[in-house]
C-alpha cells in the first residue's frame, strides 16, 4: 500500500508521542513495583501473599492475556495485509480474552476483599491493590479503546487511518502483557514461595 | 502468492513467540508451586531471569523492536528507559532496606522505629 508523505509524517509523528507516553506509563509501573517490593513484608500482622495468591488461578490468568496479546499481533498482520474480515476475528477474540481476564482479575479482588482483605488491612495489601489494580485499570481502557476502533472500522473507509490507530493499539496491548509477566513473577511467583 | 507466502511466514514468527513465552510462564508457575530445594533468592533468581527472556522475546516479536526499518528512536528510547527504571527500582529497593545502617539502628530497632512510626499514622 502506498501513503502519501503527509500520511507518513502524521503517522511517524503519532507513534513518536505514543511511544513516549508509554515510556512514562512504564515509570509509573516503575514507581508501584518499587513501591510494592519494599511494603510486601509489610503485612501487619495479617496473611501473606502465601496464604492468599492461587497461584494457578493466576497462571490462567497469565496465559489468557498472553493470548489476547498474541491475536491482537495476528490482527494487526491481518489488517497490513488488507485482510479486513480476518482481522476483525482477530481483534474480537482479543476483546473477549481481555474481557475474560479482567473479569478473572475483578473476580481475585471480590474474593479478598470479601474475606476481609481490604487494602486497608496493610501496606502490603496497599500496594498489592494499587499496582494489580492500575494495571486492570489500563486493560478496561484498552478494551474500550479496542471496541471504539472496530466500530470506527466499518464508519469511516480510510483504510490508513484505521491501520495507524490500529498498530498505536498493538503497541499499547503488547506493552500491558509486558507488564503482566512482571506482576506475575514478582507479586505472585515471588509472593507464593 | 509471494505475498501470501511472506503473510504465513510472519505469522509463524507470532507463533513461536506466543509458544516460547508461554512456555516460559509455565515453567516460572511450575518452580513456584514445586516443593523444590532453592531457597528464596536463588528462586528469584531464576524466575526474574525467565521474565527478562521473555521481556526480550515479547520486545522482539511482538512489538517488533528489532524491525530494520523502524525508527531509531524506538529503540533508543526503549533502551534508554529500562536503563533508568532499573536505577529507580533497584535504588529505591536498596536505600529502603539498608535505611538501618544510615542511622545507627540494628535491623531489630529499625523495624521497631518504623513500626511506632507506622502507629503514629499519618
Known amino acids: 500500500m502506498s501513503e502519501s508523505a503527509e500520511m507518513i509524517a502524521k503517522r511517524d509523528k503519532v507513534q513518536l508521542g505514543f511511544w513516549l507516553y508509554l515510556m512514562t506509563d512504564c515509570m509509573l509501573f516503575t514507581s508501584l513495583f518499587a513501591t510494592y517490593m519494599i511494603l510486601r513484608n509489610s503485612t501487619n500482622g495479617g496473611p501473606g501473599g502465601s496464604e492468599l495468591f492461587s497461584m494457578g488461578f493466576v497462571l490462567v490468568e497469565t496465559l489468557i492475556l498472553l493470548t489476547s496479546s498474541y491475536v491482537c499481533g495476528l490482527a494487526n498482520l491481518a489488517i497490513h495485509n488488507g485482510r479486513k474480515k480476518e482481522f476483525v476475528v482477530y481483534l474480537g477474540a482479543t476483546i473477549a480474552l481481555g474481557i475474560a481476564f479482567l473479569t478473572m482479575e475483578l473476580t481475585e479482588f471480590g474474593k479478598l476483599i470479601g474475606e476481609g482483605h481490604t487494602p486497608q488491612t496493610s501496606a502490603f495489601l496497599s500496594a498489592f491493590f494499587t499496582l494489580v489494580g492500575t494495571h486492570g485499570l489500563h486493560i478496561a481502557i484498552g478494551l474500550i479503546w479496542a471496541s471504539v476502533l472496530i466500530w470506527a472500522l466499518y464508519r469511516q473507509g480510510r483504510q490508513e487511518d484505521i491501520l495507524r490507530k490500529f498498530s498505536l493499539f498493538a503497541v499499547f496491548w503488547h506493552f500491558l502483557d509486558v507488564v503482566w509477566i512482571f506482576i506475575f513473577t514478582i507479586v505472585y511467583a515471588m509472593g507464593v514461595k | ?122
Not at chain 2, 21 to 30: Q, T
Open chain 2, 1 to 122: 502468492m509471494q505475498k501470501a507466502r511472506e503473510y504465513r511466514r510472519q505469522q509463524l514468527r507470532y507463533a513461536y513467540a506466543y509458544l516460547l513465552a508461554g512456555a516460559l510462564s509455565i515453567a516460572a508457575y511450575a518452580l513456584a508451586v514445586s516443593a523444590s530445594t532453592f531457597t528464596d533468592t536463588s528462586f528469584a533468581v531464576i524466575v526474574l531471569c525467565a521474565a527478562a527472556l521473555q521481556l526480550y522475546i515479547q520486545s522482539r516479536y511482538f512489538l517488533h523492536l528489532d524491525d530494520k526499518e523502524a525508527p531509531r528512536w524506538r529503540l533508543l528510547s526503549y533502551a534508554f528507559t529500562w536503563f533508568t527504571l532499573l536505577i529507580i527500582a533497584v535504588g529505591s529497593i536498596w536505600i529502603m532496606n539498608h535505611l538501618n545502617y544510615n542511622m545507627g539502628m540494628s535491623p531489630d530497632q529499625m523495624d521497631q522505629y518504623m513500626n511506632s512510626q507506622s502507629l503514629k499514622g499519618f
